[in-house]
């Protein structure tokens, strides 16, 4: 069986090649597509007691919407665990992805950390190396390290138990943990982790409070019990604390926390990454249904070839079952063969998948599964690739066949060119996605932000700094290189912090509005971009220092205040007895934050004093040398702030990380296109060189009665073209249709223009036509005598 089938896959050693290499081509695209699905959909999947791991979220009606929050107050967690039976456990984590300077004797260095409750340790599953769960927060000022920590930190991960570090240049640290590397697809990360209690001391004044949403709180429920008994029981539960507020906490299962994060008006759509899980897990099984057709399409063309053979084992007693068995093990054989070449070229294409998904994946040939995985590939791929070609071929009638009378192939011609229709529309469909994908991106992209991020430079604040923060101004505006600079609390393009319950005289509405809240220095909006409409900026008299404060206003919330103008109005918050009065001194233009797609929420920016601000922007001048001014101003802060490293990033590279999820499935749509039309490719040129040799004595005919070279080439051609063109007029309505409805994920969103379906379309007939060309002209400028001095 074995030497028969390698027999007649030599003898057909050109076709063979084709259908080998387009079925690897498809089963390492899937296969890496498949590697990927399985890292998101393993995302904290590691912990031992996934299923009863909650996060609390909360669900704040306001005027316009209900928006959910992660966020939640201090108290609750151990008010929760006290008065809710099913709670077994909670942890907060508060500063979550704090990077903080770390200094162990000369060396300094950025980590990022959290302040966790002690309880984290038995919640999930970070298992210790050195030390315990028990004793790794004994004493307030401890650290819990991870292995790829340590050996950052001492160049070891070994006997670190006891080691001192220097915490931003003020306090000393003991690591008193070492837990083994945390996974990557791990929603809690982090190098470093210290009793909660040192964040909490920091931030008392205001963390205490009900109302103050600042940090995130898990739960352990215990085995058995439901989460929706435990929904009922946390509805009002902030509001028997604090009356006046409007958060209303549920559970969030860690199933969802990677996967489906999508909140629509309060309420879970079921949407977030899971949506391009089933996305790229749909393309993926495409693609290797293109590369079986092109195994189908060349078997059935050759069959006039294997026509006799069929025949003459059917007169020397062979059954159709027998047939059908042999023609199914060679489609097997050939899988089996293009699995191993698939396997060499994922390898060789992985580091730089992983580099374009930001991910560390990894073949895993010692996982069971990852093997059965490919098997089972290999076996679908090569049934249905064999299915049709050996039922066709298994069906001729054995005297026709060696009578030597011609065999109809009416159906099978109909089925391979219907093949030929369903590979081009797929690939159409896919070079209109990969556009409208590129358009959508630009559109948000190139989208008015109402800030100017370009030569803007943000810079990472710390105590010394701020302390030498008037020295370190004026030296960086002496340096020349720059317009401005200004402090700020929060990176500009993020949400950052909001409140609710504010009134003011001739509010109509009840409801709540939320508003977002900025601390920034004077001339921040200058350094920024953004365009004062009325009123004046802050100045440094206007910081909080009373209850009285001048702040400034995004022109959202002045058209929510007044008609008119609203420099001089007030505001205060409902119920307020302290008498605490916000009076507008400016109004800026609104601009984009958070969300990219959507409509920013109302702003009101407060005076920030240099010790309580986060981050300093810089402008540079136009035109200045990037290269040049980093090193001038790198050499300004080190001289007034030697201790720490020089941190920066540029806004406009912040903005275009924001568009991840985007710029992927932009990347990968590019491939995946590009990959259908080289299968699609693959088997349109196999056809064609097949098509060419059946009429070689045709074309001698024509050739000897006066047919042209080009008339000849648009002879053989032409019945391809015209697939390309019925594969067109399928694929446009179904792209349109997809794009559409993938549009409507977004509030910003271009319109879907005529012209791409034209531009798709005459691509894949250029592509198509570059194909069969070569096996036409082939074909054309034989010589005649050759193909009719032989019969």
Not at 17 to 24: D, T
Not at 83 to 101: D, V
Not at 106 to 121: E, P, Q, R, T
Request: aromatic fraction near 12%.
């Amino acid at each position: 069986m074995f030497k028969t089938t390698f027999r007649n896959l030599w003898k057909n050693k050109g076709y063979s090649f084709l259908n080998i290499f387009g079925l690897a081509i498809g089963i390492a695209c899937a296969g890496l597509i498949f590697l990927w699905v399985e890292d998101e959909r393993n995302f904290d999947q590691f912990n031992t007691k996934k299923d009863q791991l909650y996060l609390i979220r909360e669900n704040q009606k306001y005027d316009a919407y209900t928006a959910t929050f992660g966020s939640t107050p201090v108290p609750l967690a151990p008010a929760m665990q006290s008065a809710i039976p099913g709670i077994a456990n909670t942890c907060r984590i508060g500063g979550w992805g704090s990077s903080k300077l770390i200094s162990i004797g000369n060396k300094s260095m950025y980590a990022s950390g959290s302040y966790v409750d002690a309880s984290l340790f038995s919640m999930f599953t970070f298992p210790f190396v050195e030390g315990n769960a028990k004793t790794a927060f004994s004493q307030l000022h401890s650290m819990v390290i991870t292995q790829a920590t340590a050996k950052k930190f001492f160049g070891t991960d070994k006997n670190v138990l006891g080691k001192i570090v220097r915490v931003d240049n003020k306090q000393d640290y003991i690591v008193t943990g070492l837990i083994k590397d945390i996974p990557k697809n791990s929603t809690v990360n982090f190098e470093w982790a210290s009793p909660f209690d040192v964040w909490y001391n920091e931030n008392q004044s205001w963390a205490q409070y009900w109302g103050n949403n600042c940090l995130s709180t898990f739960i352990e429920l215990k085995p058995g019990v439901n989460a929706a008994s435990v929904n009922k029981l946390l509805y009002d539960f902030i509001q028997q604390h604090e009356p006046k507020s409007i958060a209303r906490p549920f559970l969030w299962s860690l199933h969802d926390w990677h996967l489906r994060d999508e909140f629509d008006n309060g309420v879970q759509t079921g949407g977030g990454r899971i949506t391009y899980v089933h996305l790229f897990t749909t393309i993926a099984w495409i693609i290797l249904l293109i590369a079986c057709i092109n195994f189908m399409n060349l078997a059935t063309a050759r069959s006039e070839k294997r026509a006799k053979e069929v025949g003459v084992r059917k007169v020397l007693g062979a059954g159709r079952q027998n047939l059908v068995f042999q023609f199914i093990s060679e489609a097997l054989f050939m899988a089996a063969l293009s699995a191993m070449f698939a396997l060499i070229i994922m390898a060789l294409v992985l580091p730089a998948f992983n580099l374009l998904v930001q991910k560390e994946l990894s073949l895993g040939l010692n996982n069971p599964l990852h093997i059965a995985a490919l098997a089972a590939i290999t076996f679908v791929c090569g049934l249905v690739a064999g299915s049709y070609p050996s039922l066709y071929l298994s069906s001729f009638n054995p005297v026709f066949v060696l009578k030597g009378l011609k065999l109809k192939a009416g159906s099978a011609n109909f089925i391979r060119k219907g093949l030929v229709v369903v590979q081009f529309s797929v690939s159409i469909i896919l070079i209109i996605s990969t556009i409208i994908i590129y358009q959508q991106i630009q559109h948000v992209k190139s989208r008015n932000l109402g800030f100017n991020k370009n030569n803007l430079l943000q810079i990472e604040m710390n105590s010394e700094l701020a302390k030498n923060y008037a020295v370190v101004k004026h030296d960086l505006l002496n340096t020349n290189i720059i317009e401005s600079l200004a402090l700020s609390n929060y990176n500009t393009l993020y949400s950052g912090n909001n409140t609710g319950g504010l009134t003011w005289e001739g509010k109509t509405s009840n409801n709540q509005i939320l508003i977002s809240t900025r601390f920034v220095s004077p001339g921040y909006m200058h350094t920024a971009g953004i365009k004062i409409l009325g009123g004046r900026d802050l100045v440094e008299t206007d910081s909080v220092q009373s209850k009285k404060m001048n702040i400034m206003i995004t022109q959202s919330l002045e058209k929510l205040m007044c008609k008119g103008s609203a420099v001089g109005k007030t505001l205060h918050w409902d119920g307020d007895t302290s008498g605490t009065v916000l009076t507008v001194a400016g109004v800026v233009n609104d601009y984009m934050y958070g969300d990219m797609y959507g409509k920013p929420d109302p702003v009101m920016f407060f005076c920030v004093k240099p010790e309580d601000a986060s981050l300093i922007y810089v402008r540079l001048k136009h035109g200045a040398n990037v290269e040049a001014s980093l090193k001038q101003i790198e050499a300004v802060i080190k001289k007034d702030n030697p201790s720490y490293p020089f941190v920066y990033h540029f806004v406009d590279e912040q903005f275009n990380q924001m568009f991840q999820n985007e710029q992927l499935i932009s990347r990968l749509s590019k491939i995946f296109a590009a990959l259908a039309v080289i299968i699609s490719c693959l088997g349109l040129f196999g056809l064609a060189a097949y098509t060419a040799e059946r009429r070689t004595k045709e074309i001698g005919i024509r050739k000897v009665l006066g047919a042209s070279v080009s008339g000849i080439t648009a002879l053989i051609s032409r019945e391809f073209l015209l697939l390309v063109a019925v594969s067109c007029l399928v694929a446009f309505p179904v792209a349109w249709w997809m794009m559409q409805d993938w549009l409507q994920n977004y509030q910003y969103r271009i319109e879907i223009s005529w012209w791409v379906f034209l531009a798709a379309g005459i691509s894949a007939i250029l592509i198509a036509l570059i194909t069969i060309s070569f096996q036409s002209i082939k074909a054309a400028v034989a010589n005649p005598v050759k193909s009719l001095r032989t019969e």
